[in-house]
């Protein structure tokens, strides 16, 4: 199939070379003697048309595996270039071989004898010309699909990332709870039997939205205030925690426990005791939740490595430009996370990966729709131009008919491809020959 591809475009490349050719000639005032010199020109220009294309288009072919995606760094570019140019006159070398020595006749040592420079000038031009499109388009296309495959790299290494990030919650949530329990036990160990029985509960819930990148609002704040319930048996009425009765939209989003870690960050990095208090308040604000607390950091604390607030800026910042803010001074640390919209959704790695793949299907399928509807239209335009040219040749011959027929075989096996027709095979030919290979197999 590549090579019949390659092969109607070529045929095609050779039509219009021929037509342009033919135009030029005639503004020049010369006149085909006959429909058999018509004929032969028609098929001299497929000839140096179609050895020329898949000599480059093999050229290049090897070019593309020897320095994939180096292709045109100037370095190789310029290897491109001078090899394409011996290429081209190699072909064309050949070809007057073909032409005046086996089917002419002709000595071979006259041949070499007689030959001159000025026999390669138009061939080699229209070749250079020929294959500088191609390379062009060729760029142009490569350098699209480079933006894409950026944009992919970078839309899948942040999916990556969120996930890595999402995952480290869990045992940053038991590192923590484990400490407290471990203390809890050597200071009260009924207390520490309570705390282990809120502790399931609340961790059934770190489980539970593990596999979720997003949470509603209401369900997060319902479950600050069991986590804070579960501090309250350590800590019993040294701490004073508040939520808001009403929500403006219960049904927005936020990022899973991110409310457990800055209740957590709060009792841990400040004194809570019943002469010291600690004031924990959530409230709603311009479309963010804020987390504040009196300040009364303790005395004595081992140095933080700042996990938790790191994690929910990090998760945030891949899910919206809003950032997470921090406010503090010598009476009160506030921190805003921003609520975001009820109907933001993300998908996982499994949506995203079925996502981009059906992406790059339909991708693929429409830029060969594009080119074959391109391919088709300038046939079409053609069409009459040959007519014309044949009327006017006066040649006594329809030899539009040869670069018409010649081209439209070009454009039928271009449809073959762009709709994924077989007319030997059928339609779905291929996929059924597949699945009657597994099956064998299994």
């Known amino acids: 199939m590549r090579i019949l591809k390659d092969l109607g475009k070529a045929f095609s490349v050779g039509s219009l070379v021929f037509i342009i050719l033919g135009v030029i000639q005639y503004i020049n005032g010369y006149e085909f003697t006959s429909t058999a010199e018509l004929i032969k020109l028609f098929l001299y220009n497929q000839l140096y048309a179609v050895v020329l294309y898949m000599a480059n288009a093999r050229y290049f072919g090897f070019l593309l595996k020897k320095f994939p995606g180096e292709v045109f760094k100037a370095k190789n570019l310029l290897k491109g270039i001078f090899g394409g140019i011996i290429v081209t006159l190699l072909g064309i070398f050949f070809i007057r071989i073909l032409t005046e020595v086996i089917l002419e006749g002709r000595n071979f040592s006259a041949f070499i004898a007689a030959e001159k420079m000025q026999y390669y000038y138009i061939s080699f031009i229209i070749s250079v010309v020929v294959t500088a499109l191609f390379y062009t388009f060729y760029y142009y296309r490569n350098k699209q699909q480079t933006i894409v495959t950026q944009q992919k790299i970078i839309a899948g290494t942040a999916s990556a990332k969120f996930d890595a990030l999402k995952n480290q919650l869990d045992p940053h949530f038991l590192f923590n709870s484990l400490n407290v329990l471990t203390s809890l036990i050597e200071e009260n160990p009924e207390a520490a039997t309570r705390f ?8 059934r819930y770190v489980l539970e939205q593990k596999s979720k990148e997003l949470v509603t609002l209401e369900e997060e704040l319902n479950f600050a205030k069991l986590y804070m319930s ?3 048996v350590r800590f019993e009425d040294s701490i004073v925690f508040s939520v ?3 929500l403006d939209n219960p049904q927005a989003k936020v990022v899973p426990l991110s409310l457990q870690l800055l209740l957590e960050n709060a009792v841990k990095h400040n004194q809570v005791m019943p002469s010291k208090k600690l004031f924990i308040t959530i409230t709603e604000e311009n479309g963010s939740l804020i987390v504040a607390n009196n300040s009364q950091p303790k ?3 081992k140095e933080s490595t700042g996990v938790g607030l790191r994690n929910i800026r990090d998760r945030y ?3 919206t430009e809003r950032p ?11 921190i805003s996370i921003p609520i975001l919209g009820e109907n933001i959704k993300i998908m996982n790695s499994s949506d995203t990966f079925i996502s981009e793949k059906k992406y790059r299907l339909a991708k693929k399928q429409v830029e060969k729709l594009k080119g074959f509807y391109l391919h088709l239209t300038i046939y079409l335009l053609f069409v009459p131009v040959f007519i014309y040219l044949n009327y006017i040749s006066r040649a006594g011959f329809p030899w539009a008919l040869f670069p018409i027929c010649g081209w439209g075989f070009g454009i039928l096996g271009h449809a073959s491809e762009t709709f994924n027709y077989n007319p030997f095979f059928g339609r779905n030919w291929e996929e059924r020959k597949i699945r009657e290979l597994m099956d064998k197999d299994e």
């Open 317 to 319: 910042s891949l899910l």
């Open 230 to 232: 579960l501090l309250a």
């Open 324 to 334: 997470v803010t921090i406010n503090t001074d010598h009476k009160e640390f506030r």
């Open 244 to 246: 808001p009765e009403h």
């Open 196 to 203: 282990t029985t809120s502790l399931s509960k609340v961790y």
């Open 299 to 301: 005395q004595v604390l």
